[in-house]
């Protein structure tokens, strides 16, 4: 055995022990408003206790442990803590990436490990409704920052004649819409279009519903409770599936009803969780993250459903490729890619 090798393999595990800790720390910066605090300017601890309300004991142990993992600055020589400008962007700008929300994701999952480990004994799955309700807004917050980013200025317009649809006022499904975040993206960008989102997660939908109220968009936003396999509408322009088709026990079927759902001339918008057909280029911390999410969330969905599939959150783009073909689509094309999808566009 060698010796430095055991150092070396330590080390990393000592590097995942204190980033999976930490995680805790990020969620409460985030529940507490530190990060958005900490943005207004650098502060000691009770300058900080004063500008939050929180205690400053806890406080001076947060910023430190934040400190050290690099998520926060320090000067020695007055014991301020701070944001950088690209961290402030990070960590407390609702224009920004929304990391917390990720984290938010991690601890909602990880609740339902002993629920997990039981299902690895028996094969069973572990439906989406079942987790704890940070995985549902934890996932509509930080997927929401990536799709306002891309899915306006980038992905749409990367597909074929579709900006022009809308622009003109298309029909659109959004199928596994969950909280409707991309649903309302796509109706304020194309105040034309009509939207209808649909997801068999009722919370999620009750959610939805009530944003499309607030935002002023329920007379060109509507909801319902529905599958992939049995969303309602027919001669629809676009449909768009957005990181959600891995998740399904019947991705097939799915895709056989977006076949009969779209007009002749449609497109199926399709985005997935960036993925390499070969297994060892996903070994990386992206992929990494993507299998641990998969094995806790992605997996034991598709498995609680009927269907037989479980393709998971790095399916690669060959199995997409052979679900759409399957269903009936001649044309299969990736019209984009970011650091942490792929975006397809599907045609009959």
């Not at 022990?17 to 605090?37: F, H, I, P």
């Not at 997801?199 to 009530?210: F, G, M, P, V």
Request: aromatic residues 10%; hydrophobic residues 40%; charged residues 20%.
């Amino acid at each position: 055995m060698d010796r430095e090798k055991v150092n070396e393999f330590l080390g990393r595990v000592v590097a995942d022990m204190a980033a999976t800790e930490a995680a805790g720390s990020v969620v409460v910066g985030q529940r507490l408003g530190l990060y958005r605090a900490l943005a207004e300017g650098p502060a000691t601890p009770e300058e900080f206790a004063e500008r939050t309300g929180c205690h400053p004991r806890y406080l001076t142990e947060w910023l430190r442990g934040q400190a050290a993992g690099g998520y926060v600055g320090y000067e020695p020589e007055t014991g301020r803590f701070s944001l950088s400008e690209e961290q402030a962007f990070c960590l407390a700008d609702p224009g920004g990436p929304n990391v917390p929300a990720a984290f938010l994701i991690a601890l909602g999952m990880l609740r339902s490990e002993p629920r997990i480990t039981e299902a690895f004994r028996t094969g069973a799955g572990v439906g989406w409704h079942e987790h704890a309700e940070d995985v549902f807004v934890g996932c509509d917050a930080f997927f929401r920052a990536g799709y306002t980013a891309e899915l306006i200025p980038h992905w749409i317009p990367a597909l074929e004649g579709v900006d022009a649809k809308l622009t003109a006022g298309a029909r659109v499904a959004d199928v596994g819409c969950g909280l409707g975040s991309s649903s309302l993206l796509l109706a304020e960008a194309y105040p034309r279009a009509t939207v209808l989102g649909s997801d068999y997660h009722t919370e999620s939908i009750a959610l939805a519903r009530k944003r499309a109220a607030e935002a002023g968009l329920a007379d060109r936003v509507g909801f319902e409770v529905a599958g992939a396999q049995d969303f309602s509408g027919t001669d629809f322009d676009l449909v768009a599936m957005f990181d959600c088709l891995h998740d399904m026990g019947d991705p097939l079927g799915a895709a056989r009803r977006v076949r009969g759902a779209l007009a002749p001339d449609g497109t199926w918008l399709l985005v997935e969780p960036l993925a390499s057909d070969r297994v060892e280029e996903n070994f990386h911390p992206l992929g990494r993250l993507y299998y641990s999410a998969s094995t806790f969330l992605c997996v034991p969905s598709a498995l609680s459903q009927p269907g037989g599939y479980a393709l998971g959150a790095q399916a690669g783009s060959a199995a997409i490729r052979d679900v759409v073909t399957e269903a009936g689509f001649t044309r299969f094309r990736e019209a984009a890619r970011t650091p942490f999808n792929m975006v397809y566009e599907v045609r009959p």
